[in-house]
């Protein structure tokens, strides 16, 4: 638009434009330009020019009230902070908007619905001046109007959105930040509205928003317009794909966590002074994934293209957070926001630092942990935002969602406890900003937690918080990974949970020398892999029931299997890639199998399982052959789909040469070659049998990774589970150890890799010492003793080499 004076399009913006557009618009301008030539979608829009702000207070004549209204103003004071906020808002509102300014406006509207129809419905956002930077965000501190539609429709909504730079959490948020109030100042950026109030819309981190892993692109989603997600009122879908091989063109979904979603946001009705109005979501489709793998895709795409833009003009990784929207007409997905994240970005990578809770209590509320810490405290459960003033600084905040109205009092908690939400609404951002540890997503933490009543707030394991009852000991461990030595001697981690990945990936390690499918089987799956192939057989009906609800969704009950199993598995490779990651096949006891749901319609009853049908026993029986051939199928699926090479595959409990080949064979028709794409197999050395005959193993495995817990019971003649004779169970025992020491040998002998996985090194120092000095290769840790058992080799590793030099 020729000539005008307060208006700029998104082609004329760039991001060098912050002072005159704000953080946002300039964003918006910048990957309108730059990015839609790459294939990223982005609404055409407009920005008014903070310029236009400036002269809305001039002749209004309100800059000097402004600063009498918020002089010696006490932001601890909700009521006060109130009052100013007020007051300051009447006085932009009161001033309007000048004729000249809105006669750009409503010109450039015109030219917005020339583009995409009559009467286009627009979104309204505010875009302070100071926003968006790399240490602050000010994020939703100003308004957003969605659904405007006609000239007074607009021009209201321009007039609230100037206004809304003096919202009581933006005041707040600038003094927190020192930011001057009259050194800032507001732009609105009008654009093409996407109509996702037909179909989904949500928010991209190009990063883990727990714990700061960079390597993956988090995606969460909703039904309708993308507000709910930023307010916390649903609890959405969430995706997370691995950017290092979606790069090179595999389909590398690593988790998908489904949400209830049990409202959306679409348009108001008619004429209808409300714009925006909540519906329930069917249940039907609360319990379907509110977009498909190739839209998900096309989002890590989208996402991967912005990071690297920004990433590229700072010659540093900028991690992105980012707000998308699909129109429910077209079914395209677009990029409506997008700006540097700034909590994870922010801290220093060179100290590790480690909540431990000591002991646990009874459970009163789960959700979704953010933060990564232990918090302790006295609850204070607030209805409503009327309600906040009864807050006390150091109470623990419990309510039903939070939305950036409630920051002033945030500030001051110890923890956050929300019904509502997901890792992206505002209690999380907000948290993770402040530094605090907050519970999302609860549903009833409102019901189940009082005030006054004492609580530990835990979200130091993993993807879920904790809420127990009463004041529980923690304590922090701080270590600095400053010129911190590795050992010749590969540390590596046991794990199972995938959930705490990302986390430990952070802990300096050689990759995952045991991964347990049975943990990624019990906890995510629950079902008999054997009654998802034979449903029929299952013949209790509660039972039945149980598995329709979990599988329900999916193509199929095997693909539910196969698919929770990858994405398991999945997520572990990726934390550690490109690191090897050694996942042991199943491993249940018939016991444990008859546990899972439809398992007694299965499983043989036994009189010691722990010497019975398990391990490789099960892989080419014709009682589990199919069940094992859903488990090679989702190794296939993350080898192959997810372009995870650096997993590599272990057979547990393999008595025989013969069993070992069956096994082989077995995994082949099932796709699963050793050596094909350079596929290794390991197999767990653990029997006595493995060790007296490894040369020949050697012909069939790639390495062994010595299970000390199985091959102490088998040598002693123990039964591990016994608590009667558990005094005898001793893995230091000199038969134990002289095995240990054949099986390395034999390993070197042949050129095999060899590697320990069983519980004793982390209990015992000086049996990782021994292993050590045995020469092996490798020693797999659990995660809490991987720290201590570095430091100790590599003081064994250098006092041996000075005895060689001398």
């Given amino acids: 638009m020729s000539g005008a004076k307060y208006i700029r399009w998104f082609e004329e913006i760039r991001n060098e434009d912050v002072a005159s557009v704000g953080g946002k618009n300039a964003s918006l301008g910048e990957m309108y330009q730059d990015l839609t030539k790459v ?55 009161g001033a309007g908007i000048p004729d000249d300014i809105w006669n750009e406006i409503s010109a450039a509207y015109d030219t917005l619905c020339e583009e995409y129809g009559p009467d286009t419905d627009v979104a309204v956002r505010s875009s302070a001046t100071a926003e968006d930077l790399p240490t602050a965000s000010f994020a939703g501190q100003q308004e957003t109007y969605l659904n405007i539609r006609g000239y007074p429709a607009l021009r209201e909504a321009c007039s609230k959105c100037f206004a809304s730079l003096f919202t009581d959490r933006a005041i707040s948020y600038r003094i927190d930040q020192n930011f001057d109030h009259f050194r800032v100042a507001l732009s609105i950026g009008v654009m093409k509205m996407v109509r996702s109030d037909l179909a ?47 790069r090179t063109g595999h389909r590398a979904i690593i988790r998908k966590n489904l949400g209830d979603k049990k409202i959306k946001m679409i348009y108001g009705q008619g004429t209808s002074k409300v714009l925006t109005r909540n519906v329930e979501v069917p249940e039907s489709d609360g319990r379907r994934f509110c977009i498909t793998d190739d839209e998900i895709l096309e989002l890590a795409q989208f996402a991967i293209k912005i990071e ?8 540093q990784t900028v991690p992105m957070d980012i707000e998308w929207a699909k129109d429910g007409i077209t079914g395209e997905l677009f990029i409506v926001q997008a700006r540097p994240e700034t909590v994870h970005s922010q801290e220093a990578m060179d100290i590790l630092v480690t909540y431990h809770l000591e002991k646990r209590g009874p459970v009163l509320a789960t959700g979704k942990g ?78 189940k937690i009082k005030t006054g009543q004492n609580v530990t707030v835990n979200c130091s394991e993993g993807d879920e918080g904790v809420v127990y009852d009463g004041i529980l000991q923690f304590h922090v461990e701080k270590v600095s990974l400053k010129d911190l030595r590795r050992p010749k001697t590969k540390i590596m981690m046991n794990l199972g949970e995938p959930d705490q990945a990302f986390a430990l990936s952070m802990i300096p390690n050689d990759g995952i020398g045991l991964a347990r499918m049975e943990f990624v089987i019990n906890n995510y799956i629950k079902i008999h892999p054997m009654a998802l ?46 690191k090897p990651v050694v996942v042991r096949m199943s491993d249940f006891k018939t016991n444990e199998y008859a546990d899972l749901l439809g398992g007694k319609s299965f499983e043989p009853e036994e009189s010691n399982p722990m010497l019975g049908f398990r391990g490789a026993s099960r892989y080419y029986d014709e009682k589990y052959r199919e069940g094992f051939a859903l488990e090679c199928r989702a190794m296939k699926q993350v080898l192959e789909e997810m372009g995870l090479t650096n997993l590599v595959i272990m057979i547990p409990f393999c008595r025989t040469v013969d069993e070992g080949e069956k096994v082989l064979a077995e995994m082949a028709k099932n796709g699963l070659v050793r050596g094909k794409n350079g596929l290794s197999v390991y197999v767990m050395c653990e029997i006595p049998n493995n060790i007296l005959l490894i040369d020949e193993f050697s012909r069939l495995f790639d390495g062994f990774s010595i299970g000390s817990n199985d091959l102490t019971q088998l040598t002693l003649g123990v039964d591990r589970d016994s608590v009667v004779v558990a005094h005898d169970f001793d893995e230091r025992d000199p038969g134990v150890m002289k095995f240990i020491s054949l099986a390395v040998q034999g390993a070197k002998r042949n050129g095999r890799h060899s590697g320990l996985c069983g519980q004793a090194p982390s209990d015992y120092p000086e049996f990782a010492e021994f292993l050590v000095r045995e020469g092996i290769e490798s020693i797999s840790l659990n995660p809490d003793s991987v720290m201590k058992i570095t430091q100790k080799v590599v003081a064994l590793e250098e006092r041996l080499a000075g005895r060689k030099t001398t």
């Fill in 370 to 447: 953010v933060g990564e810490k232990i918090a302790t405290g006295r609850v204070r459960v607030i209805a409503d935002v009327s309600r906040l003033g009864e807050f006390r600084p150091g109470e623990i905040l419990v309510a039903d969602t939070t939305n950036p109205d409630w920051e002033p009092v945030m500030k001051t908690a110890a923890a956050i406890i929300t019904n509502r939400g997901g890792r992206t609404c505002h209690a999380a951002i907000v948290s993770r900003e402040l530094g605090v540890a907050a519970v999302v997503g609860t549903n009833d933490a409102t019901e």
């Fill in 39 to 93: 294939g990223v979608k982005i609404p055409n829009g407009f920005a008014i020019t903070a310029d236009a702000y400036w002269r809305v207070v001039k002749t209004g004549n309100v800059l000097g009230q402004l600063k009498t209204t918020l002089a010696d103003l006490d932001k601890t004071s909700v009521t006060n902070l109130e009052g100013r906020g007020k007051q300051a808002r009447d006085l932009i509102l």
């Fill in 533 to 578: 192939v034979h449903p029929e057989k299952v013949t209790d009906e509660t039972v039945k029931a149980k598995i329709a609800g979990l599988t329900y969704g999916y193509a199929s009950p095997e693909d539910y299997f196969v698919g929770k199993l990858s994405q398991g598995i999945g997520t572990i490779a990726a934390a550690f890639y490109p």
């Fill in 200 to 246: 989904s819309s949500g928010v991209i981190f190009t990063l883990d928003t727990e714990t700061g892993f960079r390597e993956v692109v988090f995606i969460t989603g909703s039904y309708g317009l993308g507000e709910n997600i930023v307010q916390g009122a649903v609890n959405p879908d969430e995706f997370y794909v691995f950017k290092p091989t979606v």
């Fill in 308 to 315: 690297d833009h920004y990433s590229g003009k700072a010659r």
